[in-house]
């Protein structure tokens, strides 16, 4: 792909696996303590044994370090594409590029996301755009790489938590992964094009075989799904 090289995906791919490597083969499920009452209801209402319902429950919580690895996937992809900047972690937001006057907070799915985190990301975003000399005619965005709806979006961020609202302004706003990927590169195909990547990049690491996912109608129908209305 011309925003990204083969080369550099497979690192970013192999630290997604990594991560979920790490938390499939953590041992200790009750790290977090699981609400016994919730188990109990859930494994009769499933008609399941407690212990097949904490089988399902380790999947539910690598499934989530594998989000929360996507996150930062979708962070070093978009800050390494010409003329992008990527920031580590702690730099206030995530990428950043001079020549769009953009600077954005990448999230994996739409609910990543609380209200209180929401505005408090606002209220951080605010602070660059209005203090910081070097983003004077900036806009802020934060991206919804999976969007709540098959639908693209570019709106106000406008949060609100427990009665408080920030004010709307136009230059903080929130857009969904295709639509922002787009806007990064020019190019309206660039997540899709990302997607229909990944098998054999996948594949180079795992020894797997792209072409029966390649091939699957299941494949493309996941993306379409996520962005394309029907």
Not at 14 to 36: G, M, Q, R, S, Y
Not at 136 to 148: D, F
């Amino acid at each position: 792909m011309p925003y990204i090289s083969d080369d550099l995906l497979l690192v970013y791919v192999k630290e997604v696996l990594a991560a979920a490597k790490v938390a499939d083969t953590n041992e200790n499920i009750h790290k977090n303590v699981i609400d016994p009452f919730s188990a109990l209801f859930d494994a009769m209402r499933q008609d399941i044994p407690l212990d097949k319902w904490l089988a399902q429950e380790k999947m539910r919580q690598t499934q989530k370090s594998l989000q929360n690895a996507l996150g930062d996937f979708h962070h070093k992809v978009i800050g390494h594409m010409p003329g992008w900047e990527y920031l580590a972690t702690g730099g206030g937001y995530d990428v950043k590029c001079v020549s769009k006057k953009i600077i954005a907070e990448i999230k994996n799915k739409f609910n990543t996301m609380n209200s209180g985190k929401s505005l408090e990301v606002y209220d951080t975003l605010s602070k660059y755009l209005d203090y910081d000399r070097t983003h004077k005619n900036y806009t802020a965005y934060i991206v919804h790489i999976v969007p709540r709806a098959p639908e693209g979006y570019d709106r106000p961020f406008v949060p609100s938590d427990r009665g408080t609202q920030r004010r709307e302004r136009g230059d903080i706003r929130v857009i969904d992964g295709r639509s922002f990927y787009e806007k990064a590169t020019g190019n309206a195909n660039a997540l899709r094009n990302l997607y229909l990547r990944l098998p054999d990049i996948l594949a180079k690491i795992t020894g797997s075989h792209p072409e029966k996912t390649l091939n699957s109608p299941t494949f493309k129908e996941l993306f379409e799904r996520a962005y394309d209305p029907a």
